[in-house]
Nanobody, 124 residues
Framework: QVQLVESGGGLVRAGDSLRLSCAASGRTVSDHAMGWFRQAPGREREFVAAINYSGGSRYYSDSVKDRFTISRDGAKTTVVLQMNTLKPEDTAVYYC?????????????????WGQGTQVTVSS
């Protein structure tokens, strides 16, 4: 009922920036939290950032805080992850997901719809 499509990934150098976007269609996501997760080769999927239903409350993992910013548009149909000062350890496939509730959470099981992912590669 909900489709999520990520875009904006690519190959960049350490210290550079990327802006990832997640476009939602189908059922409304305006009353749901949204999150970003990532998975590197040989690693488990990990939480990156989340935003509540209104866009007024945000939560970040320790590994990206002060470098990444999550936001959503007024219509609540697009979620953006602005990534600055990228590091090689940020290399991963990044996934957008819709939360089951309104609050930003860090658990993947709290999200019910997922995008296909977009590759981010950061070279030294």
């Amino acid at each position: 009922q909900v489709q999520l499509v990520e875009s904006g990934g690519g190959l960049v150098r350490a210290g550079d920036s990327l802006r990832l976007s997640c476009a939602a269609s189908g059922r409304t996501v305006s009353d749901h939290a949204m999150g970003w997760f990532r998975q590197a080769p040989g690693r488990e999927r990990e939480f990156v950032a989340a935003i509540n239903y209104s866009g007024g409350s945000r939560y970040y993992s320790d590994s990206v805080k002060d470098r990444f910013t999550i936001s959503r548009d007024g219509a609540k149909t697009t979620v953006v992850l602005q990534m600055n000062t990228l590091k090689p350890e940020d290399t991963a496939v990044y996934y957008c997901a819709r939360g089951r509730g309104m609050a930003p959470t860090t658990q993947g099981s709290d999200y019910d719809y997922w995008g296909q992912g977009t590759q981010v590669t950061v070279s030294s």
